[in-house]
């Protein structure tokens, strides 16, 4: 059974900092990676989708990488903002969805501190 | 453009009481998901639905029944509730099934007592 984990749990830094959040999985058979973010009482937002076949995604201040082979993508925030407090939770995909879903993470909490 | 609207936002129960969520999207998406989200468990498959008329258990299914009547609604049935499905319900579309990326509601809030 596909396991995700997300290190840190939790994340506090000062304003302007880079940051990198970490992300992985136990069976690299995966179709696609899902970056969400979610804030307090809310639903998530999709951040980027990275394809199996692909190495990265930008959008913004965000990269995400993902390596494959090993099991491991991380979410690269550059010069942070305190807008950018939120959890954020990485989810893969063994089909692209349909009935087998995507198996998310518990995801990182991040504070960026004014 | 409202995307993927869940009702109720939040909702009582007692043991045993029944209801209904209801998740409705306007952007013409055929897959529909429900999720359930529990501290330390992370979200959660309960059911999928690929297209009117079809449904499929997810990981979770045990004590729930769906209903996908037409393209943009997809509701979530708690027969009989039990404290255990004390949880955040969250619904999702995406375009077809295997394009990846996921559009979530803004979840509907439940408590069993």
């Known amino acids: 059974k596909q396991e995700v984990t997300q290190i840190p749990a939790a994340l506090s830094v000062p304003e302007g900092e880079n940051l990198v959040l970490n992300c992985s999985f136990t069976?690299?058979?995966?179709?696609?990676l899902q970056w969400f973010r979610q804030d307090p009482g809310k639903g998530l937002t999709s951040l980027l989708l990275?394809?199996?076949?692909?190495r990265e995604q930008t959008s913004g201040r965000l990269n995400a990488s993902l390596d494959k082979s090993s099991g491991r993508s991380t979410l690269y925030i550059a010069a942070s903002q305190p807008g950018d407090s939120a959890t954020y939770l990485c989810?893969?995909?063994?089909?692209?969805?349909?009935?087998?879903?995507?198996?998310f993470g518990k995801g990182t909490h991040l504070i960026i501190q004014p | 453009n409202a995307g993927v609207t869940q009702t109720p936002k939040f909702q009582v129960l007692k043991t045993g009481q029944s209801m209904t969520l209801q998740c409705a999207q306007d952007?013409?998406?055929?897959?529909m998901y429900w999720y359930r989200q529990d501290p330390g468990m992370g979200l959660r498959l309960i059911y999928y639905?690929?297209?009117?008329?079809?449904?499929d258990k997810g990981e979770v299914p045990n004590g729930y029944n769906v209903s996908r009547l037409n393209k943009r609604e997809f509701s979530l049935r708690l027969e009989s509730a039990a404290p255990s499905q004390t949880s955040v319900y969250f619904c999702?579309?995406?375009?077809?099934?295997?394009?990846?990326?996921?559009?979530f509601g803004e979840g509907s809030r439940l408590t069993v007592l």
């Open positions: 069976d690299s058979a995966i179709y696609n």
């Open positions: 989810a893969v995909s063994r089909s692209g969805g349909g009935a087998d879903g995507l198996t």
């Open positions: 999702a579309t995406q375009r077809v099934a295997n394009t990846g990326e996921l559009f």
């Open positions: 990275i394809q199996s076949s692909q």
């Open positions: 952007m013409n998406h055929n897959s």
């Open positions: 639905s690929a297209s009117e008329g079809t449904t």
